[in-house]
């Protein structure tokens, strides 16, 4: 019994300390009421003082220090603060003081006895007696002159109150009876006390002044009442061996072993059964708390079983699995819609797949959700189909499910989906806060649903944007190709007798060829990395011009360095400057110029084109110029070349800059990164 008295006692002390500095820290809600900020106080002071009393007592149990004198000191002591704190609730009047002084009397007639007399002597333990009975007189002092209003706010304090005495009036009355306190119910008393805290901190949390400072977990509610119960059973188990020991009766081996086993089932039974541990939770909830769900908790819940999850069969599942825990069902399974289909099963908790794995649209069940958004309760429905409007037709005709509730995943009024709960056989009919949360929950869901099946769309949506790029691309390089055999065949009757145009019929179909296997290798492996190769850009700017040599106004050529490289690949670049070459010769008349000019600026190389063309306003190049298929040149364009051009470039980590002025001539610069040799990348690297 030692251990036992230590470990109760020491967890009322840890318990009444904590909580008195809780009460503490919610104070200031008194700040301004001076008669309640007294009061508050002297409430503090009491459970304080509880802490002290049971930590001093546990210290004198394991020093075996435990002396009648220090009993009765301490337990008056801690009786006479309580019934200052009781008596504080109600105003100051003589029966107050008479009462405090008798309390007062009393507790020190039990220290000045004790001290004087021998253990034997029972005079301590019945003047302890008194002082208990005149605490339980100040509880029912103010219980009975509070008024109706009052009662509510008090009744759970003058129970902890009251307890808190009865303890006492029972211990020392059997003392005072039998001469010394009865061991087990001495031990036990720290765990009774534990018991009755949980009274003190919902009682205080109803009063407003702490109303708004203090939280009371329901979780440490429950799992405190759960510690408590266990204590409460071990101190049964104590009591039962006391009482056969004291009776005179002989456990054998047999009988100990029996009686162990059974108490260590009855236990786990207890611990682990969710059935019991559901009553439990409702009981509390029930008779301790205004509203039946912790929405704080069930909506941190929700939120992080939706912001973990990953695609939409893992939302699915985590937001099924948090509706399930709301309510504490079974399990359960869910539909979703999309495009415009049949509502079909995504998810459930179990194993098992629902009966119907599919819903159509004009189903009865999808019809009402869809129409009223209703929770749906079979119970209630059972009960009262009139409810709903006898939707679902007679109750017996299984339409709905046993035991089941189907919750509406409404998204801005459209039904995305919902979900059936199977129901717990002790849960009983919802009432008003369930549908609540169940139907705030279920939008919740419904729209991290829905934001997951527009990614979804988004990224098909992109995927088909980067083909339809990517064809538009090719359509772009075929027509450039197809206008060079087209040039090839109208000047095949003039000049295929000439050997020198043989040979640039077969280069011009060459690199036709060439551009199109690139194209065809480019959509069965993906897209080359624009910046893959070295191209010495003279070199390619010779090309083009030659190519483009065909049509007046024949560009010019400026290159001021014939060994500067740029890190794209040989092909895109001669591409981008043939596009912009001949928009400039389309623009300029013949007696105009083109010119290209390429210089070194730092770590990029600046290739310019520029015309004397018509040019354009800042308007049409800020609005219009880099838009896809926004052409002016009629049917014979598509508006996607300077598209082209600016994502080639980019993507070789430059940029495109656009100056023109109309009447006058448009300057296109291309800022393009400096590829450097080997030999200097070998120096910079060794310093």
């Known amino acids: 019994m030692v251990w036992f008295g230590i470990v109760g006692y020491g967890l009322a002390a840890l318990a009444y300390c904590a909580t008195a500095l809780i009460l503490f820290a919610g104070r200031p809600g008194f700040a301004g009421r001076p008669g309640r900020e007294r009061a508050a106080l002297l409430l503090i002071a009491a459970v304080g003082a509880s802490g002290v009393w049971a930590g001093i007592t546990a210290v004198l149990i394991a020093r075996d220090g435990l002396s009648l004198e220090g009993i009765a000191a301490l337990d008056a002591a801690h ?38 007399g021998s253990p034997a002597d029972a005079t301590a333990y019945a003047a302890l007696v008194v002082v208990a009975l005149i605490g339980l007189l100040a509880v029912e002092q103010v219980f009975r002159n509070a008024d109706i209003d009052q009662r509510k706010g008090l009744r759970l304090l003058c129970l902890a109150c009251g307890g808190i005495m009865v303890l006492d009036l029972f211990l020392y009355s059997q003392a005072a009876l039998l001469g010394a306190p009865v061991v087990v119910f001495w031990a036990g008393r720290g765990f009774a006390s534990v018991a009755l805290l949980p009274l003190i901190i919902l009682a205080t949390k109803r009063q407003s002044g702490w109303e708004r400072a ?82 704080r908790r069930e909506w941190l819940r929700l939120t992080q079983s939706l912001s973990d999850s990953g695609d939409l069969q893992l939302l699915a599942s985590s937001g099924l699995e948090a509706l399930v825990q709301i309510v504490g069902a079974r399990h359960g399974h869910l539909w979703i819609a999309r495009d415009g289909g049949p509502y079909e099963w995504m998810a459930s908790t179990g194993e098992d797949e ?197 049509r007046a106004p024949i560009p010019d050529v400026e290159c001021l360095d014939a060994n500067v490289c740029v890190q794209i690949d040989r092909d895109k670049l001669a591409s981008v400057l043939t596009h912009l070459v001949r928009n400039a010769q389309d623009a300029t008349p013949e007696d105009g110029s083109v010119k290209i000019t390429i210089a070194k600026a730092d770590r990029d190389v600046l290739c310019s084109v520029v015309d004397t063309g018509c040019g354009m306003d800042q308007a049409f190049v800020r609005d219009r110029l880099f838009r896809p298929f926004d052409s002016t040149k009629g049917e014979r364009g598509m508006g996607i070349g300077v598209y082209q051009v600016r994502d080639i470039v980019r993507a070789a980590g430059g940029d495109v800059e656009v100056t023109s002025t109309p009447s006058v001539g448009t300057t296109f610069r291309l800022r393009l990164p400096c590829a450097e040799s080997p030999a200097e990348s070998q120096r910079e690297a060794l310093g």
Not at 224 to 250: D, I, K, N, P
Not at 465 to 485: P, W, Y
């Open 79 to 116: 009786l006479f603060l309580w019934t200052i704190a009781v008596l504080s609730w109600l105003p100051a009047s003589r029966n107050n003081r008479a009462l405090m002084a008798m309390s007062a009397l009393a507790g020190i007639s039990a220290v000045v006895v004790a001290w004087l």
């Open 214 to 295: 203090l939280f009371v977990s329901r979780q440490v509610v429950f799992y405190t009442a759960t510690l408590l119960g266990v204590g409460s059973y071990l101190l049964l188990l104590g009591v039962v061996g006391y009482v056969v020991r004291a009776a005179g009766m002989q456990w054998t081996y047999t009988t100990e072993v029996l009686f162990l086993l059974v108490a260590v089932a009855v236990l786990l039974s207890v611990l682990f059964g969710s059935g019991i541990r559901m009553r439990a939770r409702a009981f509390l909830v029930k008779h301790f708390y205004r509203n039946k769900y912790d929405y």
């Open 354 to 550: 629902p009966a119907r794995l599919k819903y159509e649209a004009d189903h009865p069940i999808v019809r009402f959700l869809a129409a009223r958004s209703w929770v749906i309760d079979s119970e209630e429905y059972a009960d009262a189909p009139d409810r709903y409007e006898n939707a679902f037709g007679d109750p017996g005709d299984a339409l709905l499910r046993k035991d089941s509730i189907i919750v509406p995943l409404d998204c801005q009024g459209t039904l995305q989906g919902f979900v059936e709960l199977d129901k717990r056989s002790d849960v009983g009919a919802l009432n008003f806060e369930d549908h609540d949360i169940l139907k705030t929950a279920g939008k919740q869901v419904a729209i991290a649903l829905a934001q997951a099946l527009a990614l979804e769309k988004l990224a098909e949506t992109r995927q088909f944007e980067a083909m339809n790029k990517l064809s538009t691309f090719l359509m772009h390089d075929l027509k450039n190709i197809i206008a060079q055999q087209q040039l090839v065949v109208s000047n095949a009757a003039r000049f295929r007798q000439r050997p020198e145009f043989f040979d640039d019929a077969i280069a011009t179909i060459r690199s036709g060829v060439d551009r199109m296997r690139r194209v065809l290798e480019q959509l069965q492996g993906g897209r080359p990395k624009a910046g893959a190769g070295r191209t010495n850009v003279s070199k390619v700017l010779m090309e083009v011009r030659s190519h483009c040599a065909d």
